[in-house]
C-alpha cells in the first residue's frame, strides 16, 4: 500500500510538472517501413505549451505523422532523433525551423527504444534580441526593449509513467526545485544543482532563504503570498551560489495542493537571466551613446551654422563696400582692407570646417596613444601658421629646444599646437606677434609630465572667460566667433591623453598683457 501510495504521489508530482512547464514537451513514436527502416515518426501526445509555442492544436498533431503535422517532405531533425530513439542516448541542440521562422532550444531523450521524448522552448526572441544589440552598436539607433518573454501557464496533461517523468524532471534545462511550505527544500533538479554549486544532499533541507540575498527577502515574502492568492506567479530575484556568488534568475513557481485541496508545497522553475542581464545593460549603454551622439551632433551643428553666419556676413559686407568704393580712387586703401578682411573670414571658415572635422573624428574613433616627440609637431605647427597668416610679421621661439620631450599622446596634438598659435596670432593687434614656447619636466599628481607654456602679447583672456573659453560644449556661448570650437577640440584632445589646459594672465594681474596657454601631458616613459 506504502509503495503504491508513492507512486500515485510521484505521478502526481511530475504532472503537475508536465502540466506547469515553460517548454513545449511531445511524446514520438518512430515509424518503420515494411523493411524495417526508420522512415518518419508520430506525435503521440503533446502537452498544453507545445500548442502555444507551435500554434498547433493537439488535436492536430496527436497520432500524426511528423511530415502531416509540420507540412514538410521530410521529419524535422530526423537523423537526430532517429538515433535517440535507437541507442537511448540523448541529444541537446539548437535550431532553426524555417517553416515557422522560429529558433528552438530542443532536448530530445528516450527511455525505450522506438519512442523517444523531445522538451523544447522558442528562443526566436532572445535571437532577435541578440540581432538587435548588434544593429544597435552599429548606428546607436536601434534598440531592443525586451529580450526574452516567457509565458506562465497552467497546462493539463497526465504523463504515463514515473520513468518518464524522472527523465523529464533531470534533463530539464531549467532549474526546478520542490519546497514545503516551511520553505524547506525538498528536491532539485540536475540543472539546479549545476546553477547553485550544490549537491542534491546539501540542499534538501535546506531553507530557501539561506540562498537567497537578504536583500530580496522582502520582496520574495510578497510573491510567496501572491503565490497563496493566485495559485502560481512570476518574479525575479538572486540566489547566492556555494562560492559566494551571487547568481540572477527568474522563477516562475505554483502551489502544490494535497488531496484535500490544501497547499503542501511549491514547484518553480528557474532560469539563469546573467546573459540577459547582460545584453539588457549593454543595450542602456548604446542608448546612452546614442544619445550623447546626438546632443553632440546638435550642439556642433548649432555652432557651425552660427560661427559661419558670421563669417559670410563679414565677407558679404566687404564684398559690398568694395562694389561701393571700386569706381572712386579715394577709397583704395579701405577696398585693399576690405580684400584683407575677406582673406582672413576664409581663413576662419576653413579652420572652423578643419575644427568640425576634427572633433567628429576625436568623439567616434577609439585612438591609441603612442610616444610622439613634442618638437616635431610643434615645428610641423609654426609652419603651418606662418603659411596661414603671410602678412603677419610672427615671431615665435621654442626655448629647450635641444630637449627631445616624448609625451604619450597621437597625431591630434599637432592640432592642439595649431589651435593655440592660432588664437594667439588671431586675437593679437602688436607688430610683430610674439609667442614664446617653453618646455619643462614636472611631476603631477604622481605622475611625470611635460609642462608647455605658450606665452604670447596678445590682447589676453579677461579674468571671467578664462574657465568658459574651453566650455562651450556646455554653455553653448556664441559670443565669440571662431574661438569656441577651436579651444573646445584642444580640450577635448588634451583630456583624451589624461592631461589638462588651462590659461593664465602674461603679467600676472594684468590680462590685456598677453596671455599664457598651460598644457600639461603625460611623458611616454
Known sequence: MSNEKEMVDSEEKYRLLFKHSLNGIAFHEIVYDSNANQINYVITDVNPMYELLLSIKREDAINKRATEVYRSDKPP???????????????????????????????????????????????????????????????????????????????????????????????????????????????????????????????????????????????????????????????????????????????????????????????AFIKDITERKKVDEQIKESEVKYHEAYDRAEIYKDFFAHDISNILQFVLTSVELNNRYQEDPRFKDERIANLDIIKEQITNGANLISNVRRLSQLEEMSLSLQNIEVNRLLENAINLINERFPYKIIDIKIENQNENYSVKANEFLQDVFENIFFNAVKHNEQSPIEILVKQTKTIKQEKSCIKIVFIDNGIGVEDVRKYEIFRREIRGDKSVSGIGLGLLLTKKIIESYNGKIWVEDRIKGNHSNGSKFIVMIPTAD
Open 77 to 267: 531533425y530526423f537523423e537526430i532523433y532517429a538515433k535517440v530513439a535507437d541507442t537511448l542516448e540523448p541529444a541537446f541542440f539548437d535550431a532553426y525551423f524555417e517553416p515557422m521562422d522560429k529558433h528552438f532550444k530542443i532536448s530530445a531523450f528516450s527511455f525505450e527504444k522506438g519512442k523517444f521524448i523531445t522538451v523544447f522552448e522558442d528562443i526566436t526572441d532572445k535571437k532577435l534580441a541578440e540581432q538587435k544589440l548588434e544593429e544597435s552598436e552599429e548606428n546607436l539607433r536601434h534598440f531592443s526593449e525586451d529580450l526574452e518573454q516567457r509565458v506562465n501557464q497552467r497546462t493539463q496533461e497526465l504523463l504515463e509513467s514515473e520513468q518518464r517523468y524522472k527523465e523529464l524532471f533531470n534533463t530539464n534545462p531549467d532549474g526546478i526545485a520542490i519546497i514545503n511550505m516551511e520553505n524547506k527544500i525538498l528536491d532539485v533538479n540536475q540543472a539546479l544543482q549545476n546553477m547553485l554549486g550544490y549537491s542534491l544532499e546539501e540542499l534538501k533541507g535546506m531553507d530557501f532563504s539561506l540562498i537567497t540575498p537578504k536583500k530580496w527577502h522582502e520582496s520574495e515574502n510578497k510573491a510567496m503570498n501572491d503565490f497563496m492568492e493566485k495559485g502560481y506567479g512570476s518574479y525575479e530575484k538572486e540566489y547566492i551560489r556555494k562560492d559566494g556568488t551571487t547568481l540572477p534568475i527568474s522563477l516562475s513557481g505554483w502551489i502544490i495542493k494535497n488531496e484535500q485541496g490544501i497547499p503542501s508545497k511549491i514547484g
